[in-house]
């Protein structure tokens, strides 16, 4: 083994800095638990850093990382798709192994990097696009994947679940605490894909594929964000003693496609998944004979990032480089949509006082500060539909129950 293992940083923001100083503050543990130093050798950036210590580091030019024969890690920080693709692409190409937590690049891409890594003998790891510091997917492909895997699902995005915490316990509205969120650094930059459930989306997509070796597209999973939830949908879940969450959920089939979605659920309160505050974000694996598990910890923000893409410099140290994500990752070309289409749940539907007559043909009515809330039986997604449109239905709220 190497007495030095050199990085270069692609992208010096929140996460970027976060892995910075983990490096750096915490020497002598990963000097001690991997055997080696780990030096940065490089910081990518289209800014300069002058009041940084590590400012003699920083480049504006990839080629300078590309052409660093005494780099052997790329660490990917820098979120989005492009340039992250390319400069990702060719790092493997020439031999570097790639670290990221743009599950963007991974939900997209994954396939075609895990290949090319296993070809050039290197490895691409990703723990950090997922549940933030939570160690999620290494414990998943490891200790999991010998059982059969009936449902993953989870709270994957930490800006959502401050913002619904916020509104819950707080009573403050979405934008406040969309603010708040982003001054923590807990927002994408364009924080659209936090509340409109496109992060999670991509997320469940990456699960979907460590559990189930299907890799679907993000744009065929059903997605909604939690731009809808009205301050009338958070009373109606207190009275009845349960949260809103948004979860992203993969159901495995007996045979074929997941069902695989992101929207906002109702939870019962004492169910694990509602216990989930904050920034908190938590992955519930159900499986036979495992029965249930849930790995929960802090879901976005520089130190929990940085501690979950340092932590894959282990394996890739360990291994000498060659150490490629044993999963399936399969690209599927056939829609998991239809899937959804056919998931049945029981739904909360809110109508105008108004609309009485069609709430009461839907299901069990509650009275709600002036509104009028509908619980269904559990129905068929299409079904529901159809019912909405045959009784010519504009609900304010729809809400499944998980
Ligand atoms: N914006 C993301 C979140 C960052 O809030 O979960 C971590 O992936």
Do not use: W
């Not at 933030?132 to 895997?149: D, E, F």
């Amino acid at each position: 083994m190497k007495d030095k293992h050199r990085v270069a940083i692609l992208g010096f923001g929140v996460v970027g800095g976060g892995v910075a100083d983990l490096i750096i503050n915490n020497r002598a543990e990963l000097c001690s638990y991997l055997g080696c130093e780990v030096e940065i050798a490089h910081i990518l950036d289209l800014r300069d850093f002058p009041e940084s210590p590590l400012s003699h580091l920083v480049t504006h030019d990839f080629g300078d990382i590309l052409s660093d024969e005494s780099v052997d890690t790329v660490i990917e920080v820098m979120g989005g798709e492009h340039p992250a693709y390319e400069y990702s692409s060719a790092a493997l190409a020439a031999g570097k192994s790639v670290i990221t937590s743009n599950k963007e690049v991974v939900a997209l891409h994954g396939d075609e990097f895990i290949r090319l890594a296993a070809q050039a003998g290197v490895s691409y790891r990703f723990e950090a696009a997922v549940g933030g510091g939570i160690p999620v997917i290494a414990p998943l492909l490891s200790s999991v994947r010998q059982n059969k895997i009936r449902e993953v699902r989870g709270i994957l995005n930490g800006t959502t679940n401050y913002i619904l915490t916020r509104m819950f316990n707080d009573g403050v509205d979405l934008s406040t605490a969309l603010k708040d969120a982003q001054a923590r650094g807990y927002a994408e930059a364009n924080p659209a894909a936090d509340i409109e459930g496109i992060d999670a989306a991509r997320k469940i997509t990456i699960l979907t594929a460590l559990a189930t070796d299907v890799l679907p597209s993000v744009d065929e999973v059903y997605t909604e964000g939690i731009t809808g939830i009205r301050e009338a949908d958070v009373r109606l879940a207190r009275k009845i003693g349960h949260e809103i969450k948004l979860v992203g959920r993969c159901i495995a089939g007996e045979a074929g496609l997941p069902t695989v979605c992101v929207a906002p659920f109702l939870i019962p309160g004492d169910s694990p998944l509602a216990t989930v505050s904050g920034v908190y974000n938590a992955v519930e694996v159900i499986a036979e004979p495992l029965g249930n598990v849930m790995f929960y910890g802090q879901g976005a923000g520089a130190g929990a990032t940085a501690s979950a893409v340092v932590g894959d410099l282990i394996p890739i140290i360990s291994t000498g480089g060659v150490n490629p994500i044993a999963a399936g990752f399969n690209r599927v070309s056939e829609s998991v949509r239809p899937n959804f289409d056919r998931l049945k749940s029981r739904f909360y539907l809110a109508f105008d006082g108004a609309d009485e007559k069609i709430a009461s043909a839907l299901g069990e009515v509650i009275e709600n500060g002036g509104e009028i809330a509908v619980l269904t039986e559990k129905i068929a997604e299409a079904d529901m539909q159809q019912r909405l449109s045959t009784l010519g239905a504009k609900p304010l709220s729809v809400i499944r129950f998980i």
